[in-house]
T-cell receptor, first 113, second 113 residues
């Protein structure tokens, strides 16, 4: 079966712009989580969605938001981009709520200039 | 807050030798501990996990050891191969956190020919 698909793979944006990243989970998976990965901070949890509801949220400013659609696809949006937002954004999906069996996508590499 | 950390950022091992990657954790309430492998340009990939009531678990060429007394986790890779070159992350999770993953900083494993 297809894995977790993230689009686009690479993105270059200018400071102050906004960006939307997309994640299609494994078919049947209802939970989608987003992570920011940087060399200095490692993997940082952004938020998790389950059945279109945000279930957990990490310690990120309100410029970072997300949503999940009825088909479990998820998007995350970053507004007013800052240079420090340059990172690899990873999406992970899992089947049930009571599970830690995450499958990760290959990520979207965002560069803010 | 609670965190998971790694002792060594880079580990260089001769091909064919065994590799040992270490991780310290601080949340004694964690239920599961997981090792992930991240190859260049890819998202983290699940390797092996261990429940908090176990002290050892073996997989194919990998063994995870858990020492709850000193809050230490290790990943042993037998007969290291070039394909094992990657960054290895430990993560911890618990039911209380809705299985949100808390990540370590990562160790880069380099295989010498």
């Amino acid at each position: 079966k297809a894995g977790v698909t993230q689009t686009p793979r690479y993105l270059i944006k200018t400071r102050g712009q906004q960006v939307t990243l997309s994640c299609s989970p494994i078919s049947g998976h209802r939970s989608v989580s987003w992570y920011q990965q940087t060399p200095g901070q490692g993997l940082q949890f952004l938020f998790e969605y389950f059945s279109e509801t945000q279930r957990n949220k990490g310690n990120f400013p309100g410029r970072f938001s997300g949503r999940q659609f009825s088909n479990s696809r998820s998007e995350m949006n970053v507004s007013t981009l800052e240079l420090g937002d340059s990172a690899l954004y990873l999406c992970a999906s899992k089947n049930g709520r009571q599970s830690y069996g995450y499958t990760f996508g290959s990520g979207t590499r965002l560069t803010v200039v | 807050g609670e965190s998971v950390g790694l002792h060594l950022p880079t580990l260089s091992v001769q091909e064919g030798d065994n590799s040992i990657i270490n991780c310290a954790y601080s949340n004694s309430a964690s239920d599961y501990f997981i090792w992930y492998k991240q190859e260049s340009g890819k998202g983290p990939q699940f390797i092996i996990d261990i429940r908090s009531n176990m002290d050892k678990r073996q997989g194919q060429r990998v063994t995870v050891l858990l020492n709850k007394t000193v809050k230490h986790l290790s990943l042993q890779i037998a007969a290291t191969q070039p394909g094992d070159s990657a960054v290895y992350f430990c993560a911890e999770t618990s039911l209380d956190s809705n299985y949100q993953l808390i990540w370590g900083a990562g160790t880069k494993l380099i295989i010498k020919p």
